[in-house]
């Protein structure tokens, strides 16, 4: 069960993550906004990567809840996403990283704080989904073994 809501909330941080990122792709094309462009494709290819994996790992059997190798890949390439995404933070003039006055909720600024928020916690979902992968994947040879 708890696997199965893991997956649920990397697929949902996922969605969300690839709509903001592909809104941003679509406001520099259309308009020329002044984006991370490489930064942004970076965020859309794994969030579209996530999608499909997060639904494929829905299907509850054992071995999607111990495939800790493919969490485990996509815990460093969320941790990466974000980390991308607010290494950009200050040049878009929505506040800083600590500068917490300047923050605002509207407009690109809200949905980059948006952006980056949900690469956060999916990162840490799929974290999460690697440590019950590695218990579950010790449980079930530790049983084998006594067999």
Not at 20 to 41: K, M, N, Y
Not at 77 to 95: K, R, T
Not at 125 to 139: D, E, P, Q
Request: with cysteine.
């Amino acid at each position: 069960l708890i696997s199965l809501i893991l997956r649920l909330a990397q697929f949902v941080f996922a969605a969300i993550v690839l709509g903001l990122s592909s809104w941003f792709l679509w406001q520099h094309t259309h308009h020329g906004e002044a984006i991370p462009f490489a930064r942004t494709i970076y965020a859309v290819v794994i969030s579209s990567l996530a999608v499909l994996a997060s639904l494929f790992s829905m299907i509850p059997t054992k071995s999607s809840i111990a495939s800790y190798g493919s969490d485990l890949f996509f815990t460093v390439a969320w941790f990466a996403a974000f980390g991308v995404l607010v290494d950009w933070y200050q040049s878009i003039n929505c506040g800083g990283i600590w500068y917490w006055n300047g923050i605002t909720f509207t407009g690109h600024c809200g949905r980059w704080n948006a952006n980056q928020a949900f690469s956060f916690l999916s990162a840490v979902t799929w974290a999460a989904s690697f440590v019950l992968g590695v218990i579950t994947h010790h449980r079930l040879t530790r049983r084998a073994r006594t067999d």
